[in-house]
């Protein structure tokens, strides 16, 4: 994830040691997700992904986590609401709009 998030250069404002700290406290943080979505407890899992989508509205990956959620909670609707905002800050995203495609039934 951090190498997805330092393309949209989030860290451009901020001195090297602040960005290490920014860098890890985004990494526990999605870590705590990960590990909400591995107990299957989903809704806390996207309460805290919206949470760093409420900081870091541009932050594509955290979309894609998002959608991912909303898979597995069975809302292939929303699902596909966050993985076409992914792709809109992304449009270079591959696996994304591949799952898209899946999820529209297009064929591939």
């Not at 591995?38 to 809704?43: E, G, H, R, V, Y």
């Amino acid at each position: 994830y951090l190498v997805e998030l330092k393309k949209i250069e989030m860290w451009s404002d901020v001195n090297a040691e602040l960005s290490s700290k920014l860098a890890n406290n985004i990494a526990k943080r999605v870590q705590t997700i990960n590990s909400q979505i591995m107990k299957k407890d989903l809704t806390i899992a996207l309460k805290e992904t919206n949470k760093l989508l409420e900081q870091y509205p541009k932050a594509y990956i955290f979309y894609d986590i998002k959608g991912s959620i909303h898979l597995l909670k069975g809302d292939k609707k929303l699902a596909l609401a966050s993985l076409k905002k992914s792709l809109s800050l992304n449009p270079e995203n591959v696996q994304t709009e591949k799952i898209i495609s899946v999820l529209e039934g297009k064929k591939q």
